[in-house]
């Protein structure tokens, strides 16, 4: 501590002060220092209260379609002329490569055929043919890359924005900042697919160290919220009669214990329960939907997976009909073991996929036509996303293709976003994103920018430091905004 007791150095210890206070403040002018985080302010009491973006937004609200098992964009979205000219040959460059499972074999063309579609000719497989229909509707992000080769992790990262578990998901990020536009159901509701849930299972609606109030609600047309009939043996009358006895008496314990966010908070939650028996049942009974709409979906298919999966599409529309705020629809289960019920087509690819292929593809084109045609897309984002891609080539041995999260293709779709675009290119092969290459962080800073939030100052302080969805990471992606 001497030094700094002599004139000499305390004198050059405060040159230097100063010139860092000025640095300081001409960063600050030209904003090049990190961004003054904003934090919602949330009354305890009504946390689902719709709450002012930073920003006008272009999306009020946002349906998530996760494609679990890595639905491979090679064989769907990104068309490559090189990898069918160059069947059955090695892949240049790559001898040796070694991948999650192993080695690579050669090179193999798209399981199924590439067409132009729609208005703007965009190449899309016919693995997916009533999907594909609808590309003039679709923003491309070819150019996708993610920091995992494994099914958790990076699940993780496109759920939660981090590979490591404990962080909160994308939708209790939306419903945090912004609240809800129905205070009769769940802010944010996750649907799993029929056949169970994703890997991460429910890490993917988990609110981590958010408050408790914006974890996700899982429930789908298979499996509603359980306990919401009202007993056969109670009227409606006493029903109600009994509800607001129990508002007096919370309101009277409030009254007893002000300033109790926690008590609010629980108070809130059982509210919402009441309210929910009330409109969450409603909205689970399709049996008032249309023959019409019902076809359209496929709802009462012979291939009971599928009927369940249109039954959950339908389940997304009318959540998002009546304000919910963020819905998160699953495609795919880990639980029944390799590629059976998800898109982990490792072994035999074109068996798996003409299992899973139209499970999905009737169902979600449906859902976004019927959106469409009800005035939704125009304020609400879809967007269509998968763990990572696959290989340009099969796995050594075997019939499939390996995990590749270098490059692989995710769509948007609605409010803001361009339509019939594509940004950004893998190589020749679709193996590496090299023109435009976008992250995970970059895909989630454009949703939130897309709804009106600053992707930088959203944050949560947790544990000593500011936390928010995309970590220090991500760039809004500019050039897919309409």
């Known amino acids: 501590m001497n030094h700094l007791l002599n004139r000499r150095g305390f004198l050059g210890r405060t040159l230097s002060g100063l010139s860092s206070i000025a640095l300081a403040h001409l960063l600050s002018q030209d904003r090049l220092l990190a961004a003054t985080p904003l934090r919602p302010a949330i009354d305890p009491s009504r946390p689902y209260a719709p709450r002012p973006p930073h920003f006008e937004p272009k999306a009020k609200r946002v349906l998530v379609?996760?494609?679990?098992?890595?639905?491979?964009?090679?064989?769907?979205?990104?068309?490559?002329?090189?990898?069918?000219?160059?069947?059955?040959?090695?892949?240049?460059?790559?001898?040796g490569l070694?991948?999650?499972?192993?080695?690579?074999?050669?090179?193999?063309?798209?399981?199924a055929e590439f067409k132009p579609r729609g208005q703007s000719g965009k190449m899309v497989s016919d693995l997916l043919p009533n999907l594909a229909e609808l590309a003039d509707e679709m923003c491309f992000i070819h150019s996708m890359t993610g920091k995992s080769n494994t099914h958790g992790p990076a699940e993780s990262q496109m759920g939660t924005g981090f590979t490591l578990d404990g962080f909160p998901s994308m939708g209790s990020w939306v419903t945090y900042a912004l609240g809800s536009e129905n205070?009769?159901?769940?802010?944010?509701?996750?649907?799993?697919?029929?056949?169970?849930?994703?890997?991460?299972?429910?890490?993917?609606?988990?609110?981590?160290?958010?408050?408790?109030?914006?974890?996700?609600?899982?429930?789908?047309?298979?499996?509603?919220i359980p306990n919401l009939a009202r007993p056969a043996e109670i009227t409606p009358e006493a029903d109600r009669a009994t509800r607001d006895f129990l508002r007096r008496l919370n309101d009277r314990h409030l009254e007893k214990n002000p300033g109790d966010s926690d008590l609010s908070a629980r108070i809130s939650s059982y509210e919402l329960a009441a309210r929910m028996q009330?409109?969450?049942?409603?909205?689970?009974?399709?049996?008032g939907e249309s023959p019409a709409t019902r076809a359209l979906y496929g709802a009462d298919d012979s291939n009971v997976n599928k009927a369940g999966f249109a039954k959950n599409c339908i389940l997304a529309r009318r959540l998002l009909e009546k304000g919910v705020r963020f819905v998160q629809l699953f495609n795919g289960?880990?639980?029944?073991?390799?590629?059976?019920?998800?898109?982990?087509?490792?072994?035999?690819?074109?068996?798996?996929?003409?299992?899973?292929?139209?499970?999905?593809?009737?169902?979600?084109?449906?859902?976004?036509?019927?959106?469409?045609?009800?005035?939704?897309?125009?304020?609400?984002?879809?967007?269509?996303?998968?763990e990572f891609g696959r290989m340009p080539t099969f796995q050594k041995g075997a019939n499939?293709?390996?995990?590749?999260?270098?490059?692989?293709?995710?769509?948007?779709?609605?409010?803001?976003?361009?339509?019939?675009?594509?940004?950004?290119?893998?190589?020749?092969?679709?193996?590496?994103?090299?023109?435009?290459?976008?992250?995970?962080?970059?895909l989630h800073a454009t949703i939130l920018h897309l709804l009106g939030l600053d992707h930088e100052r959203l944050s949560f302080y947790n544990n000593g430091i500011e936390r928010r969805l995309t970590d220090v990471h991500g760039h809004v992606i500019r050039p897919v905004l309409a």
């Open 400 to 442: 499939g293709r390996d995990h590749n999260p270098k490059g692989f293709t995710v769509w948007l779709a609605g409010a803001g976003v361009k339509r019939a675009y594509s940004h950004g290119a893998t190589d020749e092969f679709g193996h590496m994103a090299v023109q435009d290459v976008t992250t995970i962080d970059d």
């Open 183 to 224: 205070q009769d159901l769940p802010a944010f509701v996750a649907i799993p697919d029929p056949r169970g849930v994703p890997q991460n299972g429910p890490r993917h609606w988990n609110s981590a160290f958010l408050p408790a109030s914006f974890q996700g609600t899982a429930f789908s047309a298979q499996r509603v």
């Open 98 to 111: 070694v991948t999650f499972q192993g080695a690579n074999g050669n090179l193999i063309k798209p399981i």
């Open 333 to 386: 289960s880990y639980a029944m073991g390799e590629g059976v019920g998800n898109w982990d087509g490792h072994k035999k690819i074109v068996d798996q996929y003409a299992v899973h292929a139209p499970i999905l593809d009737q169902p979600a084109a449906a859902l976004l036509k019927d959106l469409k045609a009800r005035g939704l897309l125009k304020d609400t984002l879809v967007a269509f996303v998968t």
């Open 278 to 287: 009330l409109s969450a049942a409603e909205l689970s009974d399709l049996s």
């Open 65 to 95: 379609i996760f494609c679990s098992g890595a639905l491979s964009h090679v064989d769907t979205f990104d068309y490559k002329p090189e990898l069918i000219k160059r069947h059955d040959t090695p892949m240049p460059g790559a001898e």
